[in-house]
């Protein structure tokens, strides 16, 4: 929750807007301002205070505990110009928080935080648990002495202006799930890499189950902070000490039905919970469920007076799944770009695109972050070499332009993925619909987009689409349309979509849409000349329907909408 505390009518003026963009999650305090400040300090996650910095700086300060657990606080002006980050920068979200605010009131957000500053990750923001001297690697990253990487775990990192492996400098990122002694000047990254099964048996003591997932961990040298969750039959969904021992750790408890459980190939099948539960195996086929190493095959519990066990575990470390995004640019405009795009290329540490397209971008990238580029016709490489680094363990960014899954990288990409990595699809502006806002309302019905390069696609398949196309009556717009080496394809399209439509059918025609040397012209079929046409350009033809109108190319929604215009 977002408490909003306001001293002028001005500031509840701004408050309001707050709450009308952000319904569910604001709460307005009112009354005295201190005793308002206070209320939304103990109370709320973040808190925006309309109201001088220093006024907020002086009630607040009493109330400051810990920066891991304190609410985030922004402070925003009587005239409601800057939005700023005052408290809790990275663990309170008043960073994030003072650029979504800025965002609704058309303000300046004001983060002083020195990575966000120049746009280093903070190590602390990574979204893993973080031990060691923080504040000192942080210092050696922003100042660009050496520091080290080392991965002992691979997991998709956004970009660490780092080296890697054992480097000469005395500043060490680490990676890892095990248990380690915390070196000066080093920061221990923990990802969420281990597995816990459990199995117990019904009426199990709490302080038991919890002892042995603790001691198997502890003697194993793994970290319970690289816990990521435990993972039992389903038939022990509720069984209290298997809850608590989820609990402890912080973790979410994951049920798996006897029948996938027993589906597992394990080390130590039993008969016991077979008779028990329906699985030979409850621990180790848990935790090996999803993939990964046996780290420490099935152990039982030990119980002071000698009596039989009642609980097991199995610790296995599941591989790190590396992130591919597929992200469309837009047409190149940069106020094209979606805000989503834009999140994901500061996110990646691994950028692979065609050079004039990363160009575009380069300086929205994190520093840190590994370009690899290439020319002109090598879009399966990139796809290929994309997927691999997302196997290992990277966090990528592969980018096309307009929107990457409409004649650009999304297909190649896909067609070399598996399900070994995640995949994230970002959408962006095509170059249909650019060139489409440009000349009017050209797509305001039914419409379809072909390609006319005949690189990847017969000629035959690609007339019989044409065909088709022209026969529906379909608006059509051409991608790639003609080339120095492709010269003939456009006029043998257009001559077939000539028999089934008028000579003075407009045809809009966009060079560079969206781009400072954007042209745009509209004509006729019969009039088009292909000669002026090339592969920055895309030609868009109207159906029986489409009209120019004040110089604008107008496919209506409804034929009915058409006649009741007449």
């Known amino acids: 929750m977002i408490g909003i505390v306001s001293a002028t009518a001005a500031g509840a003026a701004a408050g309001a807007r707050l709450t009308a963009a952000w319904p569910e ?42 920066k891991r657990t304190d609410p985030g606080v922004v402070c925003v002006d009587e005239a409601g ?50 031990e060691g001297d923080v504040a000192g690697v942080t210092r050696a990253l922003l100042d660009g002495a050496p520091v080290a990487l080392r991965a002992e775990v691979a997991w998709p990192l956004p970009p660490l202006p780092v080296g890697e492996g054992d480097a000469d400098g005395a500043y060490t990122v680490r990676v890892t799930d095990r248990l380690v002694e915390g070196a000066a000047r080093e920061v221990v990254l923990r990802p969420p890499s281990l597995v816990v099964g ?37 038939a022990k969904a509720a069984e209290p000490g298997i809850v608590a021992a989820a609990e402890r750790l912080g973790v979410p408890l994951v049920t798996y039905s006897a029948e996938e459980l027993a589906e597992v190939a394990v080390p130590h099948p039993s008969d016991a919970p077979l008779a028990a539960v329906g699985t030979p195996s409850v621990a180790e ?13 099935k152990r039982k519990s030990v119980r002071a007076d000698g009596r039989p066990a009642m609980a097991t575990c199995a610790v296995v470390r599941r591989p790190g799944r590396g992130r591919l995004a597929v992200v469309g640019l837009g047409p190149g405009a940069r106020d094209l770009l979606t805000p989503r ?7 990646a540490s691994v950028l692979v695109g065609l050079d004039q397209y990363v160009d575009q971008i380069r300086d929205l990238l994190r520093p840190g972050t590994r370009v690899l580029e290439s020319g002109l016709g090598a879009e399966e490489e990139r796809a290929r070499t994309a997927v691999e680094e997302a196997r290992r363990g990277h966090a990528v960014a592969l980018i096309g332009s307009g929107d990457a899954g409409v004649y650009a990288m999304a297909s190649p990409a896909l067609a070399e993925a598996s399900d070994d990595i995640d995949v994230v699809g970002v959408p962006g502006v095509t ?34 689409r044409v065909r088709a196309a022209a026969e529906a009556d ?16 456009l006029p043998k399209a257009l001559a077939i979509l000539a028999e089934h439509r008028a000579p003075g059918t407009p045809v809009g025609v966009v060079r560079n849409a969206s781009r400072a040397d954007e042209s745009a012209r509209l004509t006729t079929l019969a009039a088009l000349d292909p000669a002026s046409v090339d592969m920055m350009t895309v030609v868009t033809v109207g159906n029986t329907a489409t009209r120019e109108i004040a110089g604008r190319m107008v496919t209506p929604r409804g034929y009915r909408w058409q006649e009741s215009a007449r």
């Open 25 to 66: 999650r604001t709460r307005v305090y009112g009354g005295p301002v201190a005793d308002a400040v206070r209320a939304a300090f103990a109370e709320c996650e973040q808190v925006v205070c309309f109201l001088a910095t220093g006024a907020v700086v002086r009630l607040i300060a009493p109330l400051l505990a810990d």
């Open 81 to 130: 110009r800057f939005a700023v980050s005052l408290a809790g920068g990275h663990g309170g979200g008043a960073n994030d928080l003072a650029r979504a605010v800025a965002s609704v009131l058309g303000a300046e957000p004001v983060v002083t935080t020195a990575t966000d500053a120049v746009g280093v990750p903070g190590l602390d923001t990574l979204g893993l648990p973080v």
């Open 198 to 234: 459990v199995g117990a048996s019904r009426g199990a003591p709490a302080e038991e189950v919890v002892g042995l997932v603790e001691g198997a961990l502890a003697e194993a040298g793994l970290s319970p902070a690289s816990v990521a969750r435990l993972a039992t039959v389903a």
């Open 285 to 297: 086929a848990a935790a090996l469920l999803t993939g990964g190493e046996l780290l420490v095959p």
């Open 341 to 347: 795009a834009a999140a994901e290329l500061r996110r």
């Open 431 to 464: 170059a249909a619909l650019a060139a489409g806002a440009v000349l009017g309302a050209p797509l305001g019905h039914d419409h379809v987009s072909i390609s006319l390069s005949d690189l990847h696609t017969p000629w035959e398949v690609i007339e019989r």
């Open 474 to 489: 379909l608006v059509v717009t051409f991608y790639n349309p003609r080339s120095r080496g492709r010269h003939w394809q």
